[in-house]
């Protein structure tokens, strides 16, 4: 027997042989590193997260705490993919298993949780250095916008990136991707946005990239060059955003570098008919659109719907006519309590307004140096139960499979059923409660990623 977990020890491997959650493999051989076939065997709660009506969209109303769950659960992956899902007594019965069995690898989950992999819908990993400058002067009673005013906030991060080789950039989202991975997340959402000039969004965005091919996860890239108005630009905002439309998204477009574009639309960012203008140049270039809105004050949403957005993330500040009306539609409404913890907010987004008027709602960490440095959805989650009193089943979904919605990904990612990609985590918990219970640590055990299996701590 040999251990693999340990502090700071981190492995990768697809071998065949038999995993156990506490951390122990036996008969491991390192020679492949292909996706082969895995089973997750005696898993006590397996929480698929299909839905018995089979209703398609984002979940909404009673079905966004419908976890789907199987007690004493099995899942069998091929090649990067779920094929089939039950109870361990069924799996065991399987002819191709016992034919097979010697040929596959096996992880004894020991009566534990198991769910689909975390898609966190939304996170800033480009950026080098952490503001700690801010963080004293909030903590002292300033407010982001007056840190943003006194050349703090999101322009300070501006210089770091702009200076740095793409190189460090990579390394850094890899690290980030590397540490999600540790704590159950299989899909993310990496924006670009703290460049602002041409280059240094495409530089962030080809960061993105490399990192991804050395991720075994799923990223989505987005382009968020209009994070802010850059200094150069200061007074001529319209200007910035005519090199956002004619520069920053054709390029992104052409060279595949993104698969949306995200506008911080705010007082202290972008206007309504500004993004409505860069809404405009993404469709025009196929790119799907998302935004940043009601963070800091109110904006209402319907001149943005006909983009369709994937997703309207923060919603802190929205009115009672705009949550009638984004019940009526697929755009997802993510929440990020993370930023709201992090910038000391009394107030968190009207989540259960918004749940029991039928909104789809999704959970991200929105990871970034500014507002939310965390990469820990389960933190996120109990975030969203204990200050938007959304139940830990509600949170879960919201974790998953709505966060596969607000990428547009939901026929590959966000439930464990057969022909989704195999990505699921496990929690070395006896209860999903206790994902979001037990706060601030780390319960993740093993997490696979397309069929490739993560075991170790994280930092
Ligand atoms: O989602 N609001 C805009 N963007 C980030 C903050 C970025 C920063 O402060 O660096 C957010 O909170
Ligand atoms: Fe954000």
């Not at 065991?92 to 040929?103: M, S």
């Not at 547009?408 to 990609?421: H, Q």
């Amino acid at each position: 027997m040999t251990p693999i977990s340990g502090c700071g020890h981190r492995q990768w491997f697809s071998q065949p042989g038999l995993i156990n959650c506490s951390g122990v493999v036996r008969s491991p051989k390192f020679s492949r590193r292909q996706p082969s076939a895995l089973l997750l065997a005696n898993i006590g709660q397996l929480l698929t997260l299909r839905l018995a009506s089979g209703k398609p969209g984002p979940r909404r109303d009673s079905d966004l705490k419908a976890l789907g769950i199987i007690a004493h659960g099995a899942v069998l992956c091929l090649g990067g993919k779920i094929v089939s899902v039950g109870t361990t007594k069924e799996a065991l019965r399987d002819p191709w298993l016992k034919k097979n069995r010697k040929r596959i690898i096996e992880i004894d989950c020991a009566g534990k949780v198991v769910l689909p992999g975390f898609v966190d819908s939304h996170t800033h990993p480009v950026f080098v250095s952490p503001r700690l400058v801010d963080f004293e002067k909030r903590i002292e009673g300033a407010s982001y916008e007056q840190i943003a005013a006194a050349g703090g906030g999101i322009r300070s991060s501006l210089e770091g990136v702009r200076n740095a080789g793409k190189k460090l950039l990579a390394d850094k989202v890899l690290d980030a991707l590397r540490d999600m991975a540790a704590h159950g997340t299989t899909t993310v959402e990496a924006k670009s946005g703290y460049g602002l000039t041409i280059e240094s969004e495409m530089k962030s965005l080809e960061a993105i990239a490399e990192a991804a091919r050395r991720w075994p996860g799923t990223v989505v890239p987005t382009l968020l060059g209009a994070h802010v108005v850059p200094a150069e630009f200061q007074g001529r905002s319209q200007k910035y955003v005519e090199t956002v439309c004619t520069e920053m998204i054709p390029q992104a477009a052409k060279r595949k570098l993104a698969q949306f574009v995200d506008v911080f639309c705010d007082k202290v960012a972008f206007s309504p008919e500004q993004t409505v203008q860069i809404f405009e140049a993404a469709t025009q270039y196929g790119l799907k659109v998302r935004a940043h809105m009601g963070q800091l004050s109110e904006t209402a949403v319907a001149s943005f719907l006909r983009f369709d957005p994937a997703s309207l993330d923060h919603m802190d500040h929205v009115n009672e006519s705009d949550v009638v009306l984004l019940a009526k539609h697929n755009t997802v409404v993510t929440f990020v309590p993370g930023a709201n913890y992090f910038l000391g907010l009394r107030d968190f987004a009207p989540a259960r307004k918004m749940i029991d008027a039928g909104v789809p709602v999704a959970l991200a960490t929105d990871y970034n140096p500014g507002t939310s440095p965390t990469i820990n959805m389960a933190m996120a989650m109990s975030l969203a139960c204990t200050h938007m009193k959304m139940s830990p089943a509600e949170s879960i979904a919201a974790a998953t499979i709505n966060g596969a919605w607000a990428l547009r990904l939901a026929d590959r990612k966000g439930s464990i059923e057969a022909g989704k990609d195999a990505d699921l985590a496990v929690f070395d918990v006896d209860d999903y409660r206790e994902i979001p219970y037990w706060f601030g640590g780390n319960r993740c055990s093993t997490t696979v990623l397309g069929g490739v299996i993560y075991q170790g701590s994280s930092r």
